[in-house]
């Protein structure tokens, strides 16, 4: 940088002060970005895992715990751990082991950390929950959870993070920090999304036969209510139950909060906000690199996914969620030179 | 509240009906022949029961908890939070005490930036032999970066911690300088926080002075020291991370300043200017409120090995386009050695006695302190100068005839490491312990504010020795604290 340049800058960000509220610590805005994506990674799980205990258990085919291990991609590091894929095994790798990264234990433990980090940012209120939710959920999830502990325990963790996201959206001041809150917390929901869906076309779906019968119908319900889309899908549908129009609503469907082009609309409208509310000129090319995953869900019909291959799709999606979550990294956090 | 829960039964002990402060100068029943309001609060006191305030300690101790009022030990997997324990019984001072207090606090603070900057420039003092050039020289904090170089209104100690106790007449003495980074201000007024949601009936009608404004008064004190040119220079209190254990307090106080904390990481040093890296690229920064120590403050000027602070700071610093606080180089005013000459460097430079007296003291690097320290070593409490946190004390009298012989041996080998001084009779406060308030000894830290002039909060952080008997208040050695109330 030169000395030109630093000088105007600086009366750049007098300006910017008035006009755009105040300026953002870079690793501040990363650290709003990890907590949202965190405590919303929380939930699905939490989401996942209690559905699939509810609806998989007690059934005859147990592949719905593997396919949990599966959609996260932790195959290698649970067989490290664990012998056999049973309901047991899979609840305390994604309940309790914290070196399971990708643990409800590990992810609330980060949450709290990003957390702790942001004190100075966030509400007294915001990192109290946080910190009492991480303590009491910790005490909750120690030693072996019984099986009639794990639907308690799920809704806890459920509940905690909706609590969270009240008081987020209560108290959090509404300047770019809450534009990367928002930003990560869509993303990881997407996400989270794409990969729910992703279990029943992956796994659970082993023979065509099986479509239409009971056990798939039931397994249809499991994952709209994972995803609270149960009866607002019944709504939207209230005759029958064709996988393909809950895959659709699940993905497609614009009023559904989880949905995935729900989470793309709202990281839209937030990265368009730190560009035009504040001036951070390196939203546009996360914009840019977001048009792609636009283009590939927006005004597509489930019909045509379905054709092309859901798994591809879903694998496809989440290769783009990848490449923001880094556009968005570079753009505001890793770049160590002026940004404008 | 309802009276059976706070009216203590007529068959149980009440509070203080067993409580004797056993020759000691007691701060709640010596401090209410001095004002009726302090016999007022032990009136109220008495009408509380014990399980009640109990409850309420409790119920406070948890709020610390939750509230994250806490220091953090990390293990290699986890983080385990850890409070200061809280005793709900305040600590009054009348406002005599306190303008004493004040007084004293800010002669003191004139004295030790006018000594800096003497011993960077001038040398004066050393040439009159006030205090000997050894000392200062020869001490390992003297910072030669600091030789020559003018800081902003002459502060060098813009944030400062001094050390107080009552002896058993009552009297205040100075038993410490804290001219670095002193801590526990944040504890202030957050146990005030606490009092006002736990103890409400215990303040009514009376006045106490408020310290809600400290944070404001450190960022006015800031801006008076930021290179003057920017309008609204802005402010960051760099702090060395959330593994610090004074990390609470760096997080409250940027809070209360409004202020972001900044680690070494977001700063970096361009075209002789500090920077904040942000959303939108760099951002100037025009006054830092450090706390890290001098050693991690630049890589290129001290520890080489430091990534907890900024490469260039130092240059800038020196070239004076940012301000720093507090300046580099003052550890060696607040050294043990140091403080023994401290009524004469009052008196030096302020022609005047020192408000605050030391405690008296015997400096062992000379003949007669060290023959004096080694004649009476089983009634003296000996310090090494260079340690912080009570840690390498002896304290004659309840030092085994083993220990103390320990003690002469290495007091004999590094004498200059040491100083000696009368075991000091701490002053109690009642503090409650089960179910009954027992006197437990006590000091007080004042916190001195310095830019262009020099306040002082009104209160201070009461430190408490929980165990029974103990001298030893600070928090790394089962220390509590208390609110410390200063009556209007």
């Given at each position: 940088?030169?000395?030109?340049?630093?000088?105007?800058?600086?009366?750049?960000?007098?300006?910017?002060?008035?006009?755009?509220?105040?300026?953002?610590?870079?690793?501040?805005?990363?650290?709003?970005?990890?907590?949202?994506?965190?405590?919303?990674?929380?939930?699905?799980?939490?989401?996942?895992?209690?559905?699939?205990?509810?609806?998989?258990?007690?059934?005859?085919?147990?592949?719905?715990?593997?396919?949990?291990?599966?959609?996260?991609?932790?195959?290698?590091?649970?067989?490290?751990?664990?012998?056999?894929?049973?309901?047991?095994?899979?609840?305390?790798?994604?309940?309790?082991?914290?070196?399971?990264?990708?643990?409800?234990?590990?992810?609330?433990?980060?949450?709290?950390?990003?957390?702790?980090?942001?004190?100075?940012?966030i509400s007294t209120e915001m990192w109290s929950q946080v910190n009492v939710f991480y303590n009491r959920a910790r005490e909750l999830m120690a030693g072996e959870p019984r099986p009639s502990d794990v639907s308690q325990i799920c809704a806890f963790l459920k509940e905690g993070c909706q609590f969270h996201t009240g008081i987020t959206e209560g108290t959090l001041f509404r300047d770019q920090g809450w534009a990367f809150y928002s930003i990560g917390k869509y993303l990881e929901r997407g996400d989270q999304t794409s990969r729910l869906v992703d279990i029943k076309y992956h796994t659970l779906l082993p023979s065509v036969t099986d479509v239409g019968g009971a056990q798939d119908v039931n397994q249809w319900?499991?994952?709209?209510?994972?995803?609270?889309?149960?009866?607002?899908?019944?709504?939207?549908?209230?005759?029958?139950?064709?996988?393909?129009?809950?895959?659709?609503?699940?993905?497609?469907?614009?009023?559904?909060?989880?949905?995935?082009?729900?989470?793309?609309?709202?990281?839209?409208?937030?990265?368009?906000?730190?560009?035009?509310?504040?001036?951070?000129?390196?939203?546009?090319?996360?914009?840019?690199?977001?048009?792609?995953?636009?283009?590939?869900?927006?005004?597509?019909?489930?019909?045509?996914?379905?054709?092309?291959?859901?798994?591809?799709?879903?694998?496809?999606?989440?290769?783009?969620?990848?490449?923001?979550?880094?556009?968005?990294?570079?753009?505001?956090?890793?770049?160590?030179?002026?940004?404008? | 509240?309802?009276?059976?829960?706070?009216?203590?039964?007529?068959?149980?002990?009440?509070?203080?009906?067993?409580?004797?402060?056993?020759?000691?100068?007691?701060?709640?029943?010596?401090?209410?022949?001095?004002?009726?309001?302090?016999?007022?609060?032990?009136?109220?006191?008495?009408?509380?029961?014990?399980?009640?305030?109990?409850?309420?300690?409790?119920?406070?101790?948890?709020?610390?908890?939750?509230?994250?009022?806490?220091?953090?030990?990390?293990?290699?997997?986890?983080?385990?939070?850890?409070?200061?324990?809280?005793?709900?019984?305040?600590?009054?001072?009348?406002?005599?005490?306190?303008?004493?207090?004040?007084?004293?606090?800010?002669?003191?603070?004139?004295?030790?930036?006018?000594?800096?900057?003497?011993?960077?420039?001038?040398?004066?003092?050393?040439?009159?032999?006030?205090?000997?050039?050894?000392?200062?020289?020869?001490?390992?904090?003297?910072?030669?970066?600091?030789?020559?170089?003018?800081?902003?209104?002459?502060?060098?100690?813009?944030?400062?911690?001094?050390?107080?106790?009552?002896?058993?007449?009552?009297?205040?003495?100075?038993?410490?300088?804290?001219?670095?980074?002193?801590?526990?201000?944040?504890?202030?007024?957050?146990?005030?926080?606490?009092?006002?949601?736990?103890?409400?009936?215990?303040?009514?009608?009376?006045?106490?002075?408020?310290?809600?404004?400290?944070?404001?008064?450190?960022?006015?004190?800031?801006?008076?020291?930021?290179?003057?040119?920017?309008?609204?220079?802005?402010?960051?209190?760099?702090?060395?991370?959330?593994?610090?254990?004074?990390?609470?307090?760096?997080?409250?106080?940027?809070?209360?300043?409004?202020?972001?904390?900044?680690?070494?990481?977001?700063?970096?040093?361009?075209?002789?200017?500090?920077?904040?890296?942000?959303?939108?690229?760099?951002?100037?920064?025009?006054?830092?409120?450090?706390?890290?120590?001098?050693?991690?403050?630049?890589?290129?000027?001290?520890?080489?090995?430091?990534?907890?602070?900024?490469?260039?700071?130092?240059?800038?610093?020196?070239?004076?386009?940012?301000?720093?606080?507090?300046?580099?180089?003052?550890?060696?005013?607040?050294?043990?050695?140091?403080?023994?000459?401290?009524?004469?460097?009052?008196?030096?430079?302020?022609?005047?006695?020192?408000?605050?007296?030391?405690?008296?003291?015997?400096?062992?690097?000379?003949?007669?302190?060290?023959?004096?320290?080694?004649?009476?070593?089983?009634?003296?409490?000996?310090?090494?100068?260079?340690?912080?946190?009570?840690?390498?004390?002896?304290?004659?009298?309840?030092?085994?005839?083993?220990?103390?012989?320990?003690?002469?041996?290495?007091?004999?080998?590094?004498?200059?490491?040491?100083?000696?001084?009368?075991?000091?009779?701490?002053?109690?406060?009642?503090?409650?312990?089960?179910?009954?308030?027992?006197?437990?000894?006590?000091?007080?830290?004042?916190?001195?504010?310095?830019?262009?002039?020099?306040?002082?909060?009104?209160?201070?952080?009461?430190?408490?020795?929980?165990?029974?008997?103990?001298?030893?208040?600070?928090?790394?050695?089962?220390?509590?604290?208390?609110?410390?109330?200063?009556?209007?």
């Open positions: 940088m030169s000395q030109t340049q630093s000088q105007s800058q600086s009366q750049a960000s007098g300006e910017a002060l008035s006009r755009r509220g105040p300026i953002l610590l870079s690793r501040y805005a990363e650290c709003l970005f990890w907590l949202a994506r965190y405590m919303e990674r929380v939930e699905n799980l939490a989401r996942i895992l209690e559905v699939t205990d509810t609806f998989v258990r007690h059934g005859a085919d147990q592949s719905g715990w593997l396919s949990i291990v599966q959609i996260n991609a932790d195959e290698a590091r649970f067989l490290e751990k664990h012998d056999a894929v049973t309901a047991e095994s899979v609840l305390r790798f994604y309940l309790s082991e914290r070196d399971n990264p990708s643990s409800i234990s590990a992810c609330l433990f980060a949450a709290r950390e990003n957390a702790r980090t942001l004190r100075p940012l319900h499991a994952l709209l209510r994972a995803a609270a889309g149960y009866h607002a899908f019944r709504r939207v549908y209230p005759s029958g139950m064709i996988p393909a129009s809950v895959a659709g609503f699940l993905l497609l469907n614009h009023s559904c909060p989880r949905s995935i082009v729900q989470s793309v609309h709202q990281i839209e409208t937030y990265l368009t906000q730190l560009g035009s509310t504040y001036g951070l000129t390196g939203a546009n090319r996360v914009l840019e690199q977001l048009d792609g995953l636009r283009a590939g869900v927006m005004d597509q019909t489930i019909d045509h996914i379905l054709q092309r291959g859901l798994h591809e799709f879903l694998d496809w999606v989440q290769l783009q969620f990848l490449g923001i979550a880094a556009a968005i990294a570079d753009a505001f956090w890793h770049s160590k030179e002026d940004a404008t | 509240m309802t009276a059976s829960s706070t009216v203590a039964s007529g068959l149980s002990l009440g509070l203080l009906d067993a409580y004797d402060s056993d020759g000691f100068y007691c701060e709640m029943r010596d401090g209410a022949a001095l004002d009726p309001r302090i016999a007022q609060v032990m009136a109220r006191l008495r009408q509380v029961s014990p399980d009640d305030l109990r409850r309420r300690a409790e119920i406070a101790e948890s709020e610390l908890y939750n509230l994250g009022i806490t220091f953090t030990v990390y293990s290699d997997r986890d983080a385990i939070d850890r409070i200061l324990p809280f005793d709900l019984v305040p600590r009054i001072l009348t406002p005599a005490e306190w303008d004493h207090i004040d007084r004293g606090v800010r002669q003191r603070v004139a004295a030790l930036n006018a000594f800096l900057w003497d011993i960077y420039h001038d040398r004066a003092i050393l040439r009159d032999k006030v205090v000997p050039e050894s000392l200062v020289l020869g001490n390992p904090n003297y910072r030669p970066e600091m030789i020559g170089l003018d800081v902003p209104h002459r502060t060098y100690v813009h944030v400062c911690g001094i050390d107080l106790v009552r002896d058993e007449t009552g009297g205040f003495l100075v038993l410490e300088d804290n001219a670095r980074t002193p801590s526990g201000v944040s504890y202030v007024i957050e146990n005030r926080h606490m009092m006002a949601r736990m103890f409400p009936d215990l303040f009514d009608g009376i006045a106490v002075r408020p310290v809600g404004d400290y944070g404001m008064r450190l960022h006015t004190a800031l801006t008076e020291i930021a290179p003057s040119g920017d309008a609204e220079p802005r402010v960051v209190l760099l702090s060395p991370g959330i593994y610090n254990s004074a990390y609470f307090e760096h997080i409250f106080l940027a809070r209360e300043m409004g202020v972001p904390l900044v680690e070494g990481r977001d700063l970096t040093v361009e075209d002789g200017s500090v920077w904040m890296r942000t959303t939108a690229g760099l951002a100037p920064v025009h006054a830092i409120y450090r706390r890290l120590n001098d050693d991690f403050l630049d890589p290129d000027v001290f520890n080489p090995d430091s990534v907890l602070g900024v490469r260039g700071l130092i240059d800038v610093w020196r070239r004076g386009r940012v301000a720093l606080a507090n300046a580099v180089g003052t550890g060696v005013a607040d050294d043990k050695a140091i403080y023994a000459y401290m009524p004469r460097i009052i008196r030096y430079y302020l022609a005047e006695d020192a408000i605050l007296s030391n405690v008296q003291t015997n400096i062992c690097a000379e003949a007669e302190g060290l023959a004096y320290t080694l004649d009476h070593l089983h009634e003296l409490v000996v310090k090494p100068v260079g340690e912080s946190g009570g840690y390498g004390i002896i304290i004659g009298p309840r030092a085994s005839a083993e220990e103390c012989r320990e003690f002469r041996a290495k007091l004999i080998a590094d004498p200059s490491n040491f100083i000696s001084q009368p075991m000091v009779k701490l002053s109690v406060s009642p503090t409650l312990m089960g179910s009954r308030l027992a006197p437990r000894h006590v000091d007080l830290r004042p916190f001195a504010v310095t830019g262009k002039s020099t306040w002082v909060l009104p209160g201070g952080l009461t430190r408490v020795a929980l165990r029974e008997g103990s001298l030893v208040v600070n928090s790394s050695q089962g220390g509590g604290s208390k609110d410390t109330w200063v009556l209007e």
